[in-house]
């Protein structure tokens, strides 16, 4: 009778399989950090709207809301947008991110002109994005948007 011996199959070993596991991880995680708008200066080329219709206009933009809906001195928070849309003074409207710039933590937090981030505290002024309070020293994003008749409308 003879004795087979028993040989191990030939494949990846485990110390492979570890590595290219946590290699694929790596590299979803850097390709949804990947794009960086500030870096780009984006925020100072799309400006903060105002009350005129612009180039962009009807370019494919949201309606986010009509002019009734915002308050002179205050805005509204929308959420799925991640925008915050005001209205500083009677007729001139602006928007910025609800992205906080100190640690990408979303704000939802808006009494009066201060939009608050929950995370670590900073504050914000709707009416210009300025910073109101730290640990954020850099103002919101400005985003793009039209006020065309009584709608306004994302960019």
């Known amino acids: 009778m003879t004795s087979e011996s028993v040989q191990p199959m030939s494949g990846p070993s485990r110390r492979a399989v570890v590595t290219a596991a946590g290699a694929a991880g790596l590299a979803v995680a850097l390709t949804a950090c990947g794009s960086d708008d500030k870096a780009s200066g984006s925020s100072t ?8 219709s612009s180039p962009e206009a009807g370019a494919g933009g949201a309606a986010l809301a009509k002019t009734a809906d915002i308050p002179v001195g205050s805005g509204k928070i929308f959420k799925d947008e991640k925008v915050v849309v005001s209205q500083p003074t009677a007729g001139e409207y602006k928007a910025f991110s609800t992205v906080c710039t100190h640690r990408d933590c979303p704000m939802v937090d808006l009494k009066d002109d201060i939009i608050s981030c929950t995370c670590h505290g900073s504050q914000f002024s709707i009416l210009d994005g300025s910073v109101k309070k730290k640990p954020a020293v850099e103002p919101l994003e400005a985003k793009q948007i039209t006020v065309n008749g009584d709608s306004i409308t994302l960019a």
């Open 45 to 52: 080329e799309q400006g903060s709207g105002g009350s005129g």
